[in-house]
């Protein structure tokens, strides 16, 4: 299905009847990566996800995004769509999560105007604590601004111009290097964020999932969300990495479907 929002063509999945819930999915990804939990939720919910601006079959925005920016989309793509649903929940995963954690804590001390309440959240393998960088990344962050400088005081930028696009490349992460410039500039806007002053607002039921592999955003963010969200719970599925909804589905929908309710 399609829609627009703002002038962005969005893909989108709308399936199942029941209380509606939300699923936003992680950075690089898209909403056909959630189809076996849809397939499992949606046996009792109202399941709604849809392909971030600039992810899977929705455009690119014009201009790069922040975390509130992706918050004032969902909101936006909520109003047009469901404006008369009063309660939604959220499942998110990876960037999902942070959108999620910035919109349920602005809702609760009243940063966020929305016309509807959020009784609960599922946050799987989420993103919203900065990492800490270690001394090898802050190497090849220091040997990347010497490049950087020295190019661009050269000259050698303007006389190459994809010199600086090749640099960015080749230190940045993987994710950094498969992005467009426009994303590239959303991307460093998102994880530069840390979320973890807005955790303790986050004051309904959070179940966190987990797994233990996660390299991505390691078992310590999900601890220390479980820390600070004053009802979260966390549950997390050994030998799984970052996509635990992937890595290890089965348990994953029987852990999901204790807290939402639904039977395997």
Avoid: C
């Avoid at 802050?138 to 696009?165: A, C, E, Q």
């Avoid at 498969?178 to 179940?207: C, F, G």
């Avoid at 089965?250 to 395997?264: P, Q, R």
Wanted: charged share 20%; hydrophobic share 40%.
């Amino acid at each position: 299905m399609n829609t627009n929002i703002n002038g962005l063509n969005i893909n989108y999945i709308d399936e199942g009847q029941g209380p509606l819930l939300v699923m936003l999915h992680g950075w690089g990804s898209n909403i056909d990566l959630f189809a076996s939990v849809t397939n499992f939720v949606k046996k009792k919910y109202h399941v709604v996800a849809m392909d971030m601006p600039g992810f899977g079959k929705s455009d690119e925005p014009s201009e790069p995004m922040d975390v509130d920016d992706y918050v004032t989309f969902v909101l936006d793509f909520i109003a047009k769509l469901y404006p008369e649903e009063k309660e939604i929940m959220f499942l998110g995963h990876s960037m999902g999560g942070r959108i999620i954690i910035k919109l349920a804590s602005g809702i609760h001390d009243g940063r966020i105007k929305a016309g509807f309440t959020i009784p609960r959240i599922i946050l799987t393998d989420a993103a919203g604590v900065k990492p800490v960088k270690s001394a090898s990344q802050n190497k090849r962050t220091k040997r990347y601004k010497f490049y950087k400088n020295l190019i661009t005081k050269t000259g050698i930028v303007k006389l190459f111009p994809g010199t600086l696009d090749a640099l960015q490349r080749k230190f940045g992460s993987a994710d950094y290097a498969a992005a467009s410039p426009v994303m590239r500039q959303s991307l460093v806007k998102v994880v530069n964020e840390d979320l973890v002053p807005y955790m303790p607002s986050v004051t309904m039921p959070a179940l966190l999932i987990w797994g233990d592999q996660d390299t991505a955003t390691p078992l310590s963010d999900g601890k220390k969300m479980e820390e600070l969200m004053p009802e979260a719970g966390l549950a997390v599925i050994e030998g799984a990495g970052h996509y635990s909804f992937i890595d290890n589905a089965y348990l994953f929908n029987k852990i999901l479907g204790s807290f939402l309710g639904i039977s395997m």
